[in-house]
C-alpha cells in the first residue's frame, strides 16, 4: 500500500475506457472511542481511495450517512455535486463554543462560509444582516426563496433568515393549522382533514433551556428540528443527500435521518460529536 501514497494508478481496459485511482494522503487514523473518525483512513490506517475518474469523469467517493469529527474544509471538495447543504452556521459573535472560537476577523468569516456553501445547492439560516452582507459574495448563486423564521425572546434579536440558493422550496408541500378556524369555509375545510399551506413567515419557539443534565445535550444553541423539518420536506425529496458542515448537535442530520434523506454531518468538537453518537447518528 505504501509504495501507492499520493500516487494515481490507471487502469485501462480493453474498450479503451481507463479508471483512475488516487490513494489518499499520508497521515494517522483519528481514533475517539476507540473508533475511526477520519474520512481519508480505514479502521486499521490504510489509505483510503480518495478519487476514482472514469475517462476524465470525477466519480466522487465519500460514505454517507456518516458523521466526522473534523474540520469540514478538509473535507469540503469531497462533497457529492448534487448535495444540499443545509446549516445553521457560527455566526461570529463571540458565542462561547466548547473548541471553535466565535470571533474571526471578516475576511476569515466569510472564507469560511464559502468553504462551506459556495456553488453549491444551500440552504442557511443566519441573521438578516449578515444574510444581506456576506451571503452573496460567498454563494456564488442567487438567492431563491426567504423565509423568515420568528420566536418570542427577551433579546434584540428576535427573527432570523432562512435563505435558498441555487435551489427553491415549494411551501404548498407542508402544511399548518389554520389562522382563522372559526371561519366557516375554514371549518369546513377543516372537517374534511385539509390544512393550511405554509408560508414565509414561520413562528416557532426556540429550544428551552433544559439543562445539560436532563437532556444529555452538551450544546447550547440547538436549532428546532420543527425549522429543519420543513426545510427538508419542502426543498428536498427522500435519498437526497443533506451536508451539514456545522453539525453542532446534529439536529440537520437526525432530522435527514428521520426523514429518509442520506447525510453528511462535519464537526469539529469532540464533545459535540460524541453527543451525536450518542444519538445514533
Ligand atoms: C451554530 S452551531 C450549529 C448548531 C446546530 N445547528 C444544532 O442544532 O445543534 C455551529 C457549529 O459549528 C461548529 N464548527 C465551527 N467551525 C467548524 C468547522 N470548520 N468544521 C466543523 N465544525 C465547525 C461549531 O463547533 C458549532 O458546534
Known amino acids: 500500500m505504501k509504495n501507492f501514497k499520493n500516487r494515481t494508478v490507471v487502469i485501462n481496459f480493453k474498450n479503451n475506457v481507463n479508471i483512475a485511482v488516487t490513494i489518499g494522503k499520508p497521515d494517522k487514523p483519528l481514533l475517539v472511542?476507540?473508533?475511526?473518525?477520519?474520512?481519508?483512513?480505514?479502521?486499521?490506517?490504510?489509505?483510503?481511495?480518495?478519487?476514482?475518474?472514469?475517462?476524465?469523469?470525477?466519480v466522487h467517493f465519500f460514505p454517507l450517512n456518516r458523521i466526522y469529527?473534523?474540520?469540514?474544509?478538509?473535507?469540503?471538495?469531497?462533497?457529492?455535486?448534487?448535495?444540499?447543504v443545509i446549516t445553521d452556521p457560527p455566526y461570529n459573535i463571540g458565542f462561547k463554543y466548547n473548541t471553535y472560537s466565535d470571533k474571526l476577523s471578516p475576511e476569515e468569516y466569510c472564507d469560511l462560509l464559502k468553504a462551506a456553501v459556495e456553488k453549491?445547492?444551500?440552504i442557511v439560516i443566519h441573521h438578516p444582516e449578515e444574510t444581506i452582507n456576506i451571503l452573496?459574495?460567498?454563494?456564488?448563486?442567487?438567492?431563491?426563496?426567504?423565509?423568515?423564521w420568528v420566536y418570542n425572546v427577551n433579546t434584540p434579536k428576535q427573527s432570523r433568515s432562512i435563505t435558498w440558493w441555487g435551489c427553491k422550496p415549494d411551501f404548498s408541500k407542508v402544511g399548518q393549522?389554520?389562522?382563522n378556524p372559526n371561519d366557516p369555509r375554514i371549518k369546513l375545510r377543516i372537517a374534511a382533514g385539509?390544512?393550511?399551506?405554509?408560508?414565509?413567515?414561520?413562528?416557532?419557539?426556540?429550544?428551552?433551556?433544559?439543562?445539560?443534565?436532563?437532556?444529555?445535550?452538551?450544546?447550547?444553541?440547538?436549532?428546532p428540528e420543527e425549522v429543519i423539518e420543513r426545510i427538508i420536506l419542502t426543498t428536498t425529496e427522500v435519498g437526497d443527500i443533506i451536508v451539514d458542515p456545522f453539525a453542532g448537535s446534529g439536529t440537520v442530520l437526525k432530522v435527514a435521518k428521520k426523514l429518509g434523506r442520506k447525510y453528511l454531518g462535519f464537526e469539529i468538537d469532540r464533545t459535540y460529536y460524541r453527543y451525536m453518537k450518542s444519538i445514533g447518528l
Open 120 to 122: 453549491r445547492k444551500s
Open 177 to 179: 393549522e389554520y389562522k
Open 194 to 223: 385539509k390544512k393550511a399551506r405554509i408560508y414565509d413567515w414561520w413562528f416557532i419557539q426556540l429550544v428551552k433551556n433544559v439543562s445539560k443534565k436532563m437532556s444529555g445535550n452538551p450544546h447550547k444553541c440547538t436549532i
Open 33 to 58: 472511542d476507540g473508533k475511526n473518525t477520519n474520512p481519508f483512513f480505514n479502521e486499521a490506517g490504510y489509505y483510503l481511495i480518495e478519487e476514482i475518474r472514469i475517462g476524465k469523469k470525477l
Open 69 to 84: 469529527n473534523i474540520d469540514f474544509r478538509l473535507a469540503n471538495w469531497r462533497f457529492p455535486s448534487n448535495c444540499y
Open 136 to 148: 452573496p459574495r460567498v454563494t456564488g448563486t442567487l438567492c431563491q426563496e426567504v423565509a423568515t
